[in-house]
């Protein structure tokens, strides 16, 4: 109780992150690829992690899906751990809340329209093998496709579109997930400057617009002025960018970790 008012003292709600890493140390089979690796982000944040080829930045975003167990350290992603027993069914579970946008594939062998594409991303999500989609299903596939701007060409086949327009078709269904967290790894990859700076201003948008947390991979400056933080990783370490983080050993003055 307040002695002055005799009101109940407010409390700022508490608050978890998006995901947190720390101390993670995670690879393939006995190699190490990131050691010691701690990083947090917040819920609405965009978070670029940038480094070179073999940086790390992948395994990262593998750790963070559950895709690979860290052998130290821990990771939570919406508060949910991803270590320990029953790590396996927790993960499936934060799977089902991030939209992931990996660098541009090929054409689909088989004929697809631009609508059936962005409703595959809900699979595994809310469909599969035995559920067959549901209303809910296409109107998040048709807002997907409008957030992407491809609206309109909802029943062009996927073969025919140019590589920046299938990027934005996967775009949209990563989206039409409904995902509290985007997840992209290299995703302007193979794209001519036009289309990287189209996507570019796509993903700004559904950050700023819409609040979704990002959490984009890219060995370049994609974005870099865009981010409300960048993180580099060198060697399967954090070197810079996060003020919480020391830099590893060796690294040199102008690595050192950026202070907000």
């Not at 947190?20 to 995670?26: D, I, T």
């Not at 167990?69 to 991803?82: C, E, H, M, Q």
């Given at each position: 109780?307040?002695?002055?008012?005799?009101?109940?003292?407010?409390?700022?709600?508490?608050?978890?992150?998006?995901?947190?890493?720390?101390?993670?140390?995670?690879?393939?089979?006995?190699?190490?690829?990131?050691?010691?690796?701690s990083l947090r982000m917040e819920a609405g944040e965009f978070l670029l992690l940038q480094g070179d080829n073999g940086?790390?930045?992948?395994?990262?975003?593998?750790?963070?899906?559950?895709?690979?167990?860290?052998?130290?350290?821990?990771?939570?992603?919406?508060?949910?751990?991803?270590?320990?027993?029953?790590?396996?069914?927790?993960?499936?579970?934060?799977?089902?809340?991030?939209?992931?946008?990996?660098?541009?594939?090929?054409?689909?062998?088989?004929?697809?329209?631009?609508?059936?594409?962005?409703?595959?991303?809900?699979?595994?999500?809310?469909?599969?093998?035995?559920?067959?989609?549901?209303?809910?299903?296409?109107?998040?596939?048709?807002?997907?496709?409008?957030?992407?701007?491809?609206?309109?060409?909802?029943?062009?086949?996927?073969?025919?579109?140019?590589?920046?327009?299938?990027?934005?078709?996967?775009?949209?269904?990563?989206?039409?997930?409904?995902?509290?967290?985007?997840?992209?790894?290299?995703?302007?990859?193979?794209?001519?400057?036009?289309?990287?700076a189209d996507l570019g201003r796509r993903i700004v948008a559904l950050n700023r617009e819409h609040g979704i947390s990002?959490?984009?991979?890219?060995?370049?400056?994609?974005?870099?002025?865009?981010?409300?933080?960048?993180?580099?990783?060198?060697?399967?370490?954090?070197?810079?960018?996060?003020?919480?983080?020391?830099?590893?050993?060796?690294?040199?003055?102008?690595?050192?970790?950026?202070?907000?």
């Amino acid at each position: 109780m307040s002695g002055s008012s005799g009101g109940i003292a407010a409390t700022a709600p508490v608050t978890r992150p998006v995901l947190e890493l720390v101390g993670v140390r995670v690879g393939y089979g006995d190699t190490p690829v990131v050691e010691g690796v701690s990083l947090r982000m917040e819920a609405g944040e965009f978070l670029l992690l940038q480094g070179d080829n073999g940086a790390g930045k992948s395994t990262v975003l593998k750790t963070v899906l559950g895709l690979l167990r860290p052998t130290a350290g821990d990771v939570n992603v919406f508060g949910l751990s991803l270590t320990g027993v029953g790590a396996s069914s927790r993960a499936r579970a934060v799977r089902r809340r991030i939209g992931y946008l990996a660098q541009i594939h090929d054409p689909p062998a088989l004929p697809m329209t631009v609508a059936e594409a962005v409703l595959l991303g809900r699979w595994g999500s809310s469909f599969g093998v035995t559920r067959r989609p549901r209303a809910a299903d296409r109107c998040a596939a048709a807002r997907a496709l409008e957030q992407v701007g491809m609206s309109d060409l909802a029943r062009r086949d996927v073969r025919a579109l140019s590589g920046g327009q299938r990027q934005r078709v996967a775009l949209a269904g990563a989206l039409a997930r409904e995902p509290q967290l985007l997840l992209m790894d290299e995703p302007t990859t193979h794209l001519d400057v036009e289309a990287q700076a189209d996507l570019g201003r796509r993903i700004v948008a559904l950050n700023r617009e819409h609040g979704i947390s990002v959490l984009l991979v890219s060995h370049g400056n994609f974005a870099e002025s865009a981010a409300d933080r960048v993180v580099r990783l060198s060697g399967g370490r954090v070197v810079a960018g996060d003020p919480a983080v020391a830099p590893a050993a060796g690294a040199t003055p102008d690595q050192e970790p950026t202070r907000e």
